[in-house]
């Protein structure tokens, strides 16, 4: 028989527990919202502390049947006794040039056009098609039964291809050497690039025979094959480190879009001009990459080594406090999917403290079409997810910043005190079966008291939720300021 969950005590009687049955509340999406210093951060903590607790006693806390991820905005939930000891945290790091730790993602990560798109802002007719190639020029290199012959012959047949389109070279000579460079050696690019101009400075254009050709010294280019191995002869020569470059996904790709952009350009079949704003956007967008994100044999976030994940975005830039939960959300979603077909008592809890930080529909610090494309995953998740065993919990301060479509489909609510009148209007548009008497107790509950609603319970509840002791508190406690000046 199923043992009730206990969420606290009936508001002013604290000898009154108040419960609901486990699987109602946990296999379900949960909102829980309130101003800061409500009490809610403490109840999104007590009542996941007590599942693992009960979990644990169970022994199913590391069967990696349930998973639990934890999006922390604030660093809240790091410290060893919040939460659960078995925890494992990824403190993500922008500013360190390695990061701390990384997030682990499936290979296809880096040719993932959707996401690369959006987030360089690849306009739809030009750009986007040229991001394409990119990433499938990148993906055959990589797959290559011989990644680095592959990659030899392509540069072959680019070095050729200058034979009859002599003139462009002189135009494409800094953009050639900033390519080429990632050959060289990818891991100093402003050496290497230094290197590789000096082997091309001097190659001219010679007009004095019917058709232009191009030189070096008294090497002359008469046919693809004399471009390839006597004008490029002294680049040809240059130390390459090309295995190093097959095996880094983000440098490959970078350089993939470096060499289509000469290639197409040099063949008239795009516009330097409308693609050249690409290139830089891409490259930065790898370069934050790199520190967030590791791939892994098989790349997949949920393990049942790992049960509970707490992914920190404290030290993360605000841009990619808003990327990564929504990479963390599209490949769980994308990997639940597939598993909870076959393991029906598999699932996994999306926890997102904060939410109002990606989930809104006002943020001005990014694109219209990359805002929605955000919005759009974890409205899908949320309106789909519990048929394959995934399930949303979110807590915010601003109810009336996140998308009416997520609050709308929560299945459980626990509202603590809220007094903002478009808050209040959000959560009373939301829980239609809170009436007029219990809404009006919202703006004057006490801390830690909120009005509990939805599938677990049968009927709004003013429910005193247990404190945590400090210990096992989240980061986000009142100080005690008098005590602390003595007053």
């Known amino acids: 028989m199923e043992k009730p969950f206990r969420l606290g005590s009936l508001v002013g009687q604290e000898g009154v527990s108040v419960v609901a049955p486990t699987s109602s509340l946990f296999a379900s999406h949960i909102g829980i919202f309130g101003n800061t210093g409500s009490g809610k951060s403490n109840t999104l903590c007590k ?18 049947k349930g998973q639990f991820i934890f999006i922390d905005f604030n660093g809240e939930y790091t410290s060893s006794d919040v939460l659960c000891p078995e925890k494992k945290v990824y403190e993500l790091d922008t500013a360190a040039k390695a990061g701390k730790q990384k997030v682990p993602v499936p290979d296809d990560f880096y040719f993932d056009l959707e996401t690369w798109a959006i987030l360089t802002q690849a306009t739809e007719k030009t750009q986007r098609p040229f991001l394409r190639a990119c990433l499938r020029t990148a993906r055959k290199i990589v797959d290559a039964h011989n990644s680095v012959a592959y990659l030899e012959k392509m540069m072959r047949s680019f070095l050729e291809g200058y034979f009859g389109h002599e003139r462009v070279f002189a135009e494409q000579r800094d953009d050639f050497a900033r390519c080429m460079a990632f050959v060289v050696d990818k891991d100093n690019l402003r050496d290497s690039e230094d290197k590789v101009r000096e082997t091309v400075e001097d190659i001219e254009i010679f007009a004095g025979t019917a058709t232009p050709i191009l030189r070096i010294g008294n090497a002359y280019g008469n046919s693809a094959a004399e471009v390839e191995s006597n004008v490029f002869s002294a680049f040809n020569t240059l130390p390459k480190k090309l295995r190093d470059l097959v095996e880094d996904l983000p440098s490959i790709v970078e350089f993939c879009a470096r060499f289509l952009f000469l290639q197409r350009w040099r063949s008239g079949s795009i516009a330097r001009e409308h693609i050249s704003s690409l290139i830089p956007r891409l490259e930065n967008q790898m370069k934050e990459a790199r520190k967030l994100y590791e791939t892994t044999p098989g790349g997949k976030l949920l393990s049942a080594d790992e049960p509970v994940k707490v992914f920190s975005l404290l030290d993360a830039n605000l841009d990619q406090k808003k990327l990564v939960p929504l990479i963390i959300a599209k490949y769980v979603y994308r990997e639940q999917r597939s598993r909870g077909r076959s393991e029906q008592d598999s699932s996994v809890h999306l926890i997102v403290d904060e939410a109002h930080n990606i989930l809104s529909y006002d943020s001005q610090r990014e694109s219209e079409s990359w805002r929605d494309y955000r919005l759009e995953t974890f409205e899908e998740i949320v309106k789909e997810g519990r048929k394959f065993g995934m399930y949303l919990t979110v807590s915010s301060q601003r109810p009336s910043d996140i998308s009416p479509t997520i609050i709308s489909q929560m299945h459980n609510y626990f509202i603590h005190r809220l007094v ?37 319970i049968p009927y709004p509840t003013q429910v005193q939720v247990d404190k945590m002791p400090t210990i096992k508190q989240p980061h986000s406690y009142d100080r005690d300021l008098a005590t602390a000046w003595g007053f």
């Not at 939301?430 to 919202?442: E, G, N, P, Q, R």
């Open 47 to 64: 009542f996941y502390t007590d599942c693992f607790d009960r979990m644990r006693e169970a022994g199913s806390l590391d069967s990696g």
């Open 420 to 456: 903002n009148d478009d808050d209040l209007r959000a959560v009373g548009k939301a829980v239609s079966f809170i009436d007029h008497a219990t809404s009006s107790m919202i703006p004057v509950l006490p801390q830690g008291a909120c009005i509990a609603s939805g599938t677990a």
